[in-house]
């Protein structure tokens, strides 16, 4: 029940209810085809694209955050605390 409650499911879902739309709408031919199908695909693209790049940074400020912890357990010359004593 959690994934149907996303943001990234619900963006689909409302992508695909507008590109439905669209197709069922006034426009004819290729144009109307082309504009479903632009309506339906970009914006859940772009979204996941978009949250995509911010995981990328989150795990990277993770990771930065985990070597400095590691730094300061290991000290300056290396030891990690308990080997000093």
């Known amino acids: ?3 149907y409650a996303s943001r990234k499911f619900i963006l689909a879902v409302l992508s695909a209810i507008g590109g ?3 197709s069922l709408s006034q426009l004819e ?3 109307g ?3 479903a ?3 339906a695909i ?3 693209v772009t979204y996941i694209i978009t949250e995509g790049v911010i995981d990328a940074k989150a795990v990277g400020l993770l990771c ?3 070597e400095d912890v590691a ?3 290991e000290g300056d010359d290396g030891e990690t605390e308990d080997a000093k004593g």
């Open 20 to 22: 439905a739309a669209i």
């Open 29 to 31: 031919g290729k144009v």
């Open 64 to 66: 930065n955050a985990v």
């Open 71 to 73: 730094e300061v357990i």
């Open 1 to 3: 029940m959690e994934k």
């Open 37 to 39: 199908i632009i309506s």
């Open 33 to 35: 085809i082309i504009a």
């Open 42 to 44: 970009v914006p859940a």
